[in-house]
């Protein structure tokens, strides 16, 4: 059973940054953060696969968010640079267990079957 524990968000003004962390419990499986506002569907931001460090982001954070993890790969981290009020809403951490390949970085919520409880990252 794989369980996630993130932390990080917060409150910050715009061109601010913030650091999110997602620990879980195993390796070698596609990891990624969606954030999420009232009233719209959950949004992929960005993705990474444990094993080979390949990384994925949506256009909305490319070149502002960075995604990467610790040598044992069981941390996650998610870089926010440059924070904008519309990066506003709750960010969650997921995992899901495969095999690389496109599915991990298509930013689709679908084939992830593990979530973290989410944090709040408010910018104004």
């Known amino acids: 059973h794989v369980q996630l524990v993130e932390s990080g968000g917060g409150s910050v003004q715009p061109g601010q940054s913030l650091r999110l962390t997602c620990t879980f419990s195993?390796?070698?499986?596609?990891m990624g953060w969606f954030r999420q506002t009232p009233g719209s569907q959950r949004e992929g931001v960005a993705v990474i696969y444990t094993e080979s460090g390949r990384t994925h982001y949506s256009d909305s954070v490319k070149g502002r968010f960075t995604i990467s993890q610790d040598n044992v790969k069981t941390t996650a981290f998610l870089q926010m640079n440059n924070l904008k009020p519309e990066d506003t809403g709750m960010y969650y951490c997921?995992?899901?267990?495969?095999?690389?390949?496109?599915?991990?970085?298509?930013?689709?919520?679908?084939?992830?079957?593990?979530w973290g409880q989410g944090t709040q990252v408010t910018v104004s």
């Open positions: 997921a995992v899901a267990v495969g095999d690389e390949g496109s599915w991990c970085f298509s930013l689709a919520a679908r084939p992830f079957g593990y």
């Open positions: 195993e390796t070698r499986y596609c």
